[in-house]
Antibody
Framework: EEQLVQSGAEVRKPGESLKISCKTSGYSFTTQWIAWVRQMPGKGPEWMGVIYPDDSDVRYSPSFQGQVTISADKSISTAYLQWSSLKASDTATYYC??????????????????????WGQGTTVTVSS | DIVMTQTPLSLSVTPGQPASISCRSS???????????LYWYLQKPGQSPQLLIY???TRISAVPDRFSASGSAKDFTLNISRVEAEDVGVYYC?????????FGGGTTVEIK
């Protein structure tokens, strides 16, 4: 069974750093893009960016560029999302999710992303003084 | 960024009755390759979103056939032919033709 299992809820103070994780299993980690998605309380999801674990190619949404860092360790099939200095406005639930590959070729595309077909359970991050 | 606008904001439906959700994009989601990069998700209460429909109208295998979707380049519809109690939650459309990928604001479906 394909699974994405995220690390547990975190509470931090403004200015602190944080790294959350997304451990995958049940499929070949290096062959599909993994996305991070933010969902603020009571709001819709926001796509933050993606990583292709085979070569750690990372693409960020302009809204999140410079605000977070996405990385992956393919030796343990795990993706990460990290902040160097949290703000109260980072309070949200963060999901990792796997992008489908191109349904015609079966391969990931360099330039296009498809549906998010497997999701982690979410990590709630609370930033408060 | 492509703006995705969903209507209505919420829907209260009697079990067994149909429901329809609309989604409009600020730009065409019809690619030159002939595919339409529009997806539908359901987020049940307390759960992660789950993919229901991909590339305009193809159901994920586990999704019941009471769900169907259609549309053109900028206007899209998700239909539920007979709503059941397990269909409650927030439905989102999402586009992937352009980065950043963007979601609609969501439509909450509840049971009367």
């Amino acid at each position: 069974e394909e699974q994405l299992v995220q690390s547990g809820a975190e509470v931090r103070k403004p200015g602190e750093s944080l790294k959350i994780s997304c451990k995958t299993s049940g499929y070949s980690f290096t062959t599909q893009w993994i996305a991070w998605v933010r969902q603020m309380p009571g709001k819709g999801p926001e796509w933050m960016g993606v990583i292709y674990p085979d070569d750690s190619d990372v693409r960020y949404s302009p809204s999140f560029q410079g605000q977070v860092t996405i990385s992956a360790d393919k030796s343990i099939s795990t993706a990460y999302l990290q902040w160097s200095s949290l703000k109260a406005s980072d309070t949200a639930t963060y999901y990792c999710a796997r992008h489908q590959n191109d349904l015609l070729t079966g391969y990931a595309s360099l330039n296009y992303f498809y549906g998010l077909d497997v999701w982690g359970q979410g990590t709630t991050v609370t930033v408060s003084s | 960024d492509i703006v995705m606008t969903q209507t209505p904001l919420s829907l209260s439906v009697t079990p067994g009755q149909p429901a329809s959700i609309s989604c409009r994009s600020s730009q065409s989601l019809l690619h030159d390759d002939g595919r339409t990069y529009l997806y539908w998700y359901l987020q049940k209460p307390g759960q992660s979103p789950q993919l229901l429909i991909y590339e305009l109208s193809t159901r994920i295998s586990a999704v019941p056939d009471r769900f169907s979707a259609s549309g053109s380049a900028k206007d899209f519809t998700l239909n539920i032919s007979r709503v059941e109690a397990e269909d409650v939650g927030v439905y989102y459309c999402m586009q992937s033709i352009q980065v950043p990928l963007t979601f609609g604001g969501g439509t909450t479906v509840e049971i009367k």
